[in-house]
């Protein structure tokens, strides 16, 4: 019900899932208006990548969904004024690939082997973040950058059904 009244023009869904809800948030609060802008998404999970998609195409964004069975998708890339990676795969988006001034919000978050980490880990994003950052204008880290904003959606989504509870909807 929610996601198809997100792709309906003119509908509102109940709630907005938490984590695309947050990386639009994220735009607003940096300055970032999607409209007119070329954006990508990468990753094409229910849950992520397609209701952060519809979100920027419902601003006015021009969206290409990218996925890792995408032939050209550094290209597409590269053609981005705002990325969101969500593709769940370490480092997927190299820095190489991001137009300079873009602006890159990281949702993933994945443990890669590291021996010289306290637990032989490390944690890193869908984006090859050292290497974005140097063209990106704007960048989110991981960890730390997307999550907080997800529990900031999900406590507004919360407050937002209370307050439709009590007015009885």
């Known amino acids: 019900m929610n996601i198809g009244s997100l792709a309906m023009r003119g509908r509102e869904p109940m709630y907005v899932s938490c984590t695309p809800k947050g990386c639009m948030e994220l735009l607003k609060r940096s300055g970032v208006d999607p409209k007119g802008k070329t954006a990508v998404v990468v990753g094409r999970s229910n849950i992520v990548g397609l209701p952060v998609a519809l979100l920027l195409q419902n601003a006015d964004a021009t969206v290409t969904m990218v996925h890792s069975r995408t032939p050209n998708a550094e290209d597409l890339v590269r053609k ?25 919000i990281d949702v993933g978050i994945n ?17 090859e973040f050292g290497a974005a950052a140097e063209n990106a ?10 999550g907080p904003m997800t529990i900031a959606m999900l406590l507004q989504n919360t407050l937002e059904g209370y307050k439709r509870r009590v007015a009885g909807q």
């Open 80 to 104: 981005a004024d705002i990325v969101i990676a969500a593709c769940g795969r370490a480092e997927m988006v190299k820095g190489s690939w991001i137009k300079p001034g873009a602006v890159v």
């Open 111 to 127: 443990a890669v082997d590291d021996a010289s980490a306290k637990r032989g880990y490390r944690l890193v994003g869908d984006v």
């Open 137 to 146: 204008s704007l960048i989110t880290p991981v960890p730390g950058g997307v």
